[in-house]
């Protein structure tokens, strides 16, 4: 089954990190009942939803995603390159452990989760301000034991890699190649999202549908002529907090409680 971790908004969310955009009042009200709207968008996309508390004294801890990069086969702990957000990491590593062995990066690398977008067995992994060179090795040494391909990618514009890229199926990425370097991609039919929705390059898979962030008209035309079920969502509050559609959860297949449904299968076939 389709799991969703996400974490309710921390009511300091206004002392948030930012790197490239101008600090905005928040208004945390408004920001509860988007987070609400988007865990209602992911359970009615057929994921379960596991919550987590906000924790106040980690303004960005909503952006849960940054914490961890969940593979088929383990969960990845992230090492946050904002110190201000390493607090985040524990509570995440707790519920993940339920659900696959964890591996760990650690300091002085650094990699948030939000620079790592996966395509099948192919992981792509942006440089950035709070991505080093550290810890993509770091990643890279645990993702190839395990089958996986790594390629870095340069981000030069945004926060993370998933802020100008996301994959909206297995042969098509959505890019803002002003923000990342789209050589690594070439491979793959590529959308640029246009150049006055430069935000919007985020979407969100969830089971068959793909979500696009509220206010980008052109880029929801884009996306409708390649997908069949598109979602739309209002997420204004946390873009002032440079956050996207897939930072606010981490998805991933609850592969142990499959194994677990298959072998209670095969006890009652055999009986």
């Not at 600090?23 to 009200?29: A, Q, W």
């Not at 106040?56 to 990069?69: G, L, M, R, S, W």
């Not at 950035?128 to 981000?155: D, F």
Request: hydrophobic fraction near 40%; charge should be negative.
């Amino acid at each position: 089954m389709l799991k969703a971790i996400t974490r309710a908004v921390s009511r300091n969310i206004n002392g948030c990190e930012l790197t490239f955009k101008q600090r905005e009042s928040l208004d945390y009200e408004k920001a509860v009942r988007q987070h609400a709207s988007y865990c209602a968008l992911l359970t009615r996309c057929g994921a379960e939803v596991l919550s987590l508390e906000a924790h106040d004294e980690n303004p960005d801890c909503c952006f849960v995603a940054d914490t961890a990069v969940v593979l088929e086969e383990v969960a990845v702990i992230a090492s946050p390159g904002a110190p201000s957000r390493r607090g985040e990491v524990k509570a995440v590593e707790e519920i993940l452990s339920a659900h696959r062995e964890v591996a760990h990066i650690k300091s002085p690398a650094t990699l948030d989760g939000g620079d790592v977008v996966l395509l099948g067995k192919r992981i792509f992994v942006g440089r950035s301000n709070r991505t080093n060179s550290q810890g993509i090795e770091s990643l890279t040494r645990i993702a190839r034991s395990l089958g996986y391909n790594v390629t870095p990618v340069s981000v030069m514009g945004s926060l993370h890699l998933t802020t100008a890229c996301s994959v909206l199926d297995e042969e098509t990425v959505l890019l803002n190649p002003r923000w990342i370097d789209a050589t690594p991609f070439a491979r793959y039919w590529v959308l640029n999202v246009p150049d006055d929705e430069p935000w919007s390059a985020n979407t969100m898979r969830v089971g068959a549908s793909v979500c696009v962030e509220a206010g980008a008209p052109r880029t929801l035309e884009l996306v409708n002529k390649h997908c069949r079920e598109v979602e739309v969502l209002d997420i204004s509050e946390f873009r002032k907090a440079e956050g996207s559609l897939a930072c606010l959860s981490i998805l991933f297949q609850d592969t142990r409680a499959e194994d677990h449904s298959n072998q209670n299968k095969e006890v009652m076939y055999v009986h």
